[in-house]
């Protein structure tokens, strides 16, 4: 793909025709070419404000012409042979450029878009009984997205049918994305996503790459192969976006949250309006508090858009809030983990007031600190503080709920059982490398007696698997976990319905136990599945079931509560993760070892926002992107998690939830995280960095002035 190499810039003039010509090449599309008048990136009203190949690139990496050759070297060779004649325009990189008077406009109609705001109670009368108020201003910086495998498809087409294998979370989205595009009935686009190397939000939609496939496809009439180079998808693939946010907490003596005042304003970059999208979530719900007042602004900037990120939002407040409340702790003289025990909520403060099915956030905090040490963690820190070597340690904590992980209909789960005990379970959602399928075949294999590698599974395929939702926002086990569970359970209510004939007991005395239909009264009367007369004739049983909607007057989130100590150093402003705790209440533990994966995978990435990652672009010149790799966009590695990670599931089954119990765990372990790490450094060193990401070049000036007054440095925390 021929991308804009400018921040801003007008196409005048495309010539394609040396492109055509060289060796290999198989087709060149760009804008005017036959079907590729596609409209993309929809408005909040869901108009068009772009096309395809659209002459105005609005940010760095925007299409402007594809290649397909018999090799990808050709297709490169090919696009630099393509001569393109660009009017360049002046950008702008952020809010403050964006916002700035006679800024160029990336969209008709401004910059500014009116975001969404909220209140509760009366926000001033509540700051006025406030015995303590902390007012800062916190800033994340835009993180990246970087799954290890990087976006892309292969499209191939037999006749007027189109199959697309793509690395996605939901291969029913793709489809209706890729059938919109061009205008291909729904039964034609059969999209196949049997693996996802990764994708945290960054494929949950479809992106140009499987239009600009599919067209490359239809004209060679051949399969083509089109996956981003990593640059590509740092220039196009999303991001969380950066965010500014004023917060004003206020408290009561005994620690009691009076008031929450938040204004936050971010970017969404060129085509999305999300840029602060969820960011005000965890001070509207987080904890318990009368009054509330919210305002969000998202501000267009000719960069790459945002794109769902691993609990969108979520970790951006979280950031403000929670140091903000590390502080209110500090001049109230009480533990951070008594704070936030006191402000408890156990109903959904901005849903009417509408109960949690289960709120683990108290096990959370009291669990998690005891598991951690809390208290001798605090005293250790404290005299190791005493010492005058530059290594100071520091405590920290944080909490965080997610909006999302309830799941809910729809879904639906096929279990076919074969006469020989084995069985097939059909169902459309991805594993994005969560371990999707391992529950999903635990689910069945404990409803049906068999061993798990009796099971196989087909999956993510829009010809032969049953409609799914993306697998995102957590939700992915609580929606089709009770759907596969219903499955197993239609599958066995057959089986007795059968041998019911056999036995001449009424199914309702019977049950199913190891591979074979029992009297519940007397076992030894018993028929063995492959002997069920009705069973020899059809040979397999198939079970159909449905994600039951979810019960109405709840409201079902997951819980957190993380714990960090840290080392830093005093000198150079280097920090070192030493431990880390996550507590985790996700309602029901499914599977340990894939809950274990998910926190840590989660506090990683926390890690990240809190300590390296920062995407930069070239804002007082080109506008372009100046970290476009994994060398220079740092991502944790194993050196820098943290050197003892543990994870502590609370297991507290919710079974008004759902009929597993379960609730979503991916995102809500990586919100807290980032504020854990920073408290925990204010801790060390007595500096607080309101700014991500937290390195030695943001803490040496605040160290060295930390250092001059020492002698009068407070300790700042009880
Ligand atoms: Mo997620 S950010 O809903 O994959």
Redesign the pocket.
Known sequence: VLRCPHAHARVRKVDVAAAEKMPGVHAVIHDGSPGADIPWHTDSKGKAVSRLFDPHCRHEGEEVAAVAAETPRQAWDAVRAIAVEWEVLPQVCDVEQALAPGAPEVREGGNRTAGQSYARGDVAAGFATAAAVVERTFRTATEMHTPLEPHGCVARWEGPRLTVWEST?GVYAVQGQVAAALALPLANVRVIGHYVGG???SK?STGKWSAIAALLAKRTARPVRLFLTREETLLVAGNRPANTIRLKVGAKADGTLTALECEATGSGGAYSENGTGLVDWVVRDLYSCPNVRTANTNVFTHAGSER?????GHPQGAWALEQALDELAGKLALDPVELRRRNVPLVSQARGGTPYTTTGLRQCLDDGARAFGWEEAKRRAAASRQESGPWARGVGMAAGLWV?GAGGAPATGIVKLFADGSVNLNMGASD?GTGTKTVMAMIVAEELGVPLEKIQIEHADTATTQFATA????KTVPTEGPAVRAAALDCVAQLLAMASADLKLPAAELAWRDGAVVSTADDTRRVALADISEMKRRRLVTGVGYRARNPDGTVTCPFAAQFCEVEVNRLTGEVRLLRFLAAQESGRVMNRATFDNQVYGGVTMGAGLALTERRVLDREATGKLCNRSWHDYKIPTALDVPAELVSLPVDLPAPAANAIGAKGL??PVTIPTAPAIANAIADAVGVRITDTPVNPTSLVEPLAAARTSRTTRPEGRA
């Open positions: 979370q994708g945290f939000g949950l769902a990120m691993r609990a969108p999302g994005i697998s995102g926002g957590s991916g995102e």
